[in-house]
């Protein structure tokens, strides 16, 4: 292959089986004859990591290693590893193989047939079925509010060409959902379906509090629902109080009030703070994201690097 491939992968307490990966990455490289830079953005982890970076650094000349100075999360490391990439094709996999380097091939060939990007839409996962439900039931969530349209069972395991790569890192989002821009800045796509294998060794990096947030990177950035729910909720109290209002004429005229209501009262009161507090917090959830845009902070800080390359 004449172009130049950069493959990038966060790498994440992986200090044990990276060197798996790598050599896994290697094969595929002889077998396809890449000209290969491999990025590993070792995002913070509390192993050794950065250390098997250097150590396979000096085995593979190709390895561009990046220490973030601590753990900025997944999606960050893969957009710092981004703006490292200086590949005419861009390939992005996990560091636990579920995501196979011998499957890279089959989607950088849909590149050369025109298309500018190749994700894998996962037909198998091999998650217990707690986690396979609540994934697939946020992706379809997700799809049917957001204002793009975002691949059902899609990861953010792709490959690309560098000038979809190069309009993505223009987004230049503090919270960036990298599917979705993926899907957002548009040009020719094509899903490929594959079954994605279970972890090599080891527990996922994915934390419940991360998983939440980044579903809710997803819908926050992707999808102005979270605003329509408060107008609709108002519209429900609102509906509720005229029906209520309606009910206290009506018992007024008939001689029908009582002195008691605390039990009314009380319900109403929950209710109406309910949807006040709800409304509060996605208010609050937006007011905190302008925020950080505002603050303009960098996404992450590169504390240590190894490898020669060059910056965009």
């Known amino acids: 292959m004449a172009n130049k491939i950069s493959i990038i992968i966060p790498v994440y307490n992986s200090s044990k089986f990276l060197h798996k990966t790598v050599e896994a990455v290697d094969n595929e490289r002889l077998k396809s004859c ?6 590993l953005v070792e995002d913070g982890s509390p192993d050794n990591s950065f250390l098997a970076v250097e150590e396979l650094s000096k085995i593979y000349s190709y390895i561009k290693g990046i220490k973030l100075s601590r753990n900025f999360g997944h999606q960050i490391a893969v957009k710092t590893g981004l703006g ?9 996999i996990d560091d636990d193989l579920q995501d196979p380097p011998s499957l890279l091939p089959r989607f950088f060939e849909q590149l050369d047939l025109g298309y500018e990007v190749a994700y894998g839409v996962r037909k198998k996962r091999k998650e217990d079925r707690a986690k396979k439900f609540a994934y697939s039931s946020f992706y379809r969530i997700l799809s049917s509010i957001s204002d793009t349209k975002i691949p059902l069972d899609s990861g953010d395991f792709c490959v690309m060409t560098k000038t979809v790569k190069d309009k993505m890192l223009t987004l230049d989002e503090q919270n960036p959902y990298l599917r979705g ?3 957002w800045v548009g040009y020719k796509q094509i899903g490929l379906e594959y079954e994605r294998d279970g972890r090599i060794e080891g527990e996922s990096g994915y934390s419940l509090k991360k998983l939440i947030k980044i579903a809710k990177d997803g819908i926050f950035s992707f999808s102005s629902l979270p605003l329509q729910i408060i107008s609709l909720l108002g519209n429900i109290g609102l509906l509720i109080s ?6 206290t004429f009506f018992r007024y005229f008939n001689n029908q009030i009582e002195v008691a209501g605390y039990t009314t009262i009380i319900i109403l009161m929950l209710f109406f703070n309910s949807i006040l507090l709800i409304s509060l917090g996605i208010i609050g959830e937006y007011i ?6 505002v603050r303009n902070r960098p996404h992450s800080i590169v504390e240590k690097t190894v490898g020669n390359y060059n910056t965009l």
Do not use: C, H, P, S
């Open 34 to 39: 890449w000209n290969l830079e491999l990025i």
């Open 84 to 92: 490292y990439a200086t590949g005419d094709y861009i390939a992005i």
């Open 181 to 183: 821009i993926r899907a």
């Open 242 to 247: 005229i029906g209520f209002t309606i009910v």
């Open 288 to 293: 905190y994201r302008i925020y950080n845009e």
